[in-house]
């Protein structure tokens, strides 16, 4: 009887015990679990670039730094340009600064990707190619392709169909590049930016150049290259700051500054510094 007993109240204790190690379990596990989705919820609302650029307190913008009148460096080795004050215009309007990091044109969608910097702000054409892969702010500069030619060049090329069996330099990864390819026969050479194919331009080593009409008035003044501007083609070309997918709040916070600037007139007076003219609009 006593031995039973004691049987009895041993199994009831190791059943005890065994509960309470259930259950015991059973609390590590949701405290697991809901540490987990803690961690889950605290990536996903830091993955947005929104989160990441207030928490940094900087924007960090790409842009070539050798693009005048857009992006330049002045004699004090300061960043100027179109480009530069509209960067820093959006910057103050999401509540941060901007931070500036140059890269090659050649490199620079390569970079926004790898996250090198959170935008680019240096005249990215909004094309149906890049936004497969990358989403654009509203545009804020409306402009058109235009030829260069040499001084001395009598001919006159009036369309990109005239220029084929010819050579045509352009920026490499630009949407000029891509115009250029679009029409058969043209022997389109790429270079890393607008400095490379001038020179080879001016040394006779090229039939014509294209791009921004906007830039090359300045470009050719101060090249000291004897170089001309040619025709306008194609149509005219919007440019945006293009940014990674998958950021719907800093999507929807870059749009709502953009509008405030344009509505404030904070735009118009930047285009008309650089340029004298409104080019934040299309031309009518």
């Known amino acids: 009887m006593i031995a039973a007993s004691k049987k009895r109240r041993c199994a009831h204790q190791e059943e005890n015990h065994t509960m309470k190690l259930s259950t015991l379990k059973k609390l590590v ?55 530069v004050d509209i960067a820093k215009a959006v910057a103050a309007k999401l509540g941060v600064k901007p931070e500036f990091v140059t890269t090659e044109w050649s490199g620079i969608i390569a970079g926004l990707q790898a996250g090198k910097f959170d935008v680019i702000v240096n005249q990215v054409g909004i094309t149906d190619a890049r936004k497969q892969t990358l989403d ?88 000291q290259l004897p170089l001309r501007t040619g025709a306008n083609v194609g149509a005219g070309n919007p440019s945006g700051i293009p940014f990674k997918k998958g950021n719907p709040k800093f999507a929807k916070a870059i749009d709502d500054a953009m509008t405030q600037l344009e509505a404030d007139g904070t735009f118009t007076k930047i285009s008309d510094k650089w340029f004298g003219i409104d080019v934040t609009k299309p031309a009518k």
């Open 29 to 83: 596990a949701a405290s697991l679990i809901g540490a987990a989705f803690t961690a889950v919820a605290g990536v996903a609302h830091a993955d947005d670039l929104l989160d990441q650029v207030k928490q940094r307190g900087t924007l960090r913008v790409g842009l070539e730094g050798t693009f005048p009148p857009f992006n330049s460096k002045n004699p004090q080795g300061e960043l100027v340009g179109y480009d």
């Open 136 to 223: 654009f702010s509203p545009a804020y500069t409306y402009s058109n392709a235009q030829l260069i030619q040499r001084t001395d060049d009598k001919r006159e090329f009036k369309t990109l169909d005239e220029l084929k069996g010819k050579k045509l330099g352009v920026g490499l990864g630009t949407n000029y590049m891509d115009m250029a390819k679009s029409v058969p026969g043209i022997d389109v050479k790429t270079y890393p930016g607008a400095p490379e194919y001038l020179r080879d331009l001016a040394a006779g080593r090229l039939d014509a150049a294209l791009n921004d009409r906007l830039m090359l008035a300045y470009l050719l003044k101060n090249s």
